[in-house]
């Protein structure tokens, strides 16, 4: 089992920046990639960021590139997402998610484990 808590979220302002964290305990946490995830309201869980097991290899979508950075700290058993720049439409309940497979997908159904969430709400 691994478990994972994300914190960071909030209520900020549209061009600010949020950093969030997800902290894993369990099982080793360096043998899992990682993923960042995100559900607006009546929308469908979308993929945001995922990064592999040693951090050398990263994926983030097309709607978040250039803006958001996922990166994580094995020795600290974290994995982080900086958000910059950002829009109301990043507004959304934000998850973060372990894989077993050690590379990035983008596929929901390929993680095996979740946090609880954490909300970010951009206001206009």
């Known amino acids: 089992q691994v478990q994972l808590v994300e914190s960071g979220g909030g209520l900020v302002q549209a061009g600010d920046s949020l950093r969030l964290s997800c902290a894993a305990s369990?099982?080793?946490?360096?043998?899992?990639?990682m993923g960042w995830f995100r559900q607006a309201p009546g929308k469908e869980r979308e993929f945001v960021a995922g990064?592999?097991?040693?951090?050398?290899?990263?994926r983030h979508a097309d709607s978040v590139k250039g803006r958001f950075a996922i990166s994580r700290d094995n020795a600290k058993n974290t994995v982080y997402l900086q958000m910059n720049s950002l829009k109301p439409e990043d507004t959304a309940v934000y998850y973060c998610?372990?894989?077993?497979?050690?590379?990035?997908?983008?596929?929901?159904?390929?993680?095996?484990?979740w946090g609880q969430g954490t909300q970010v709400t951009v206001s206009s």
């Open positions: 998610a372990a894989d077993r497979l050690r590379m990035p997908t983008i596929a929901s159904t390929n993680y095996d484990y």
């Open positions: 369990g099982r080793t946490f360096s043998n899992y990639a």
């Open positions: 990064i592999s097991w040693n951090g050398g290899t990263t």
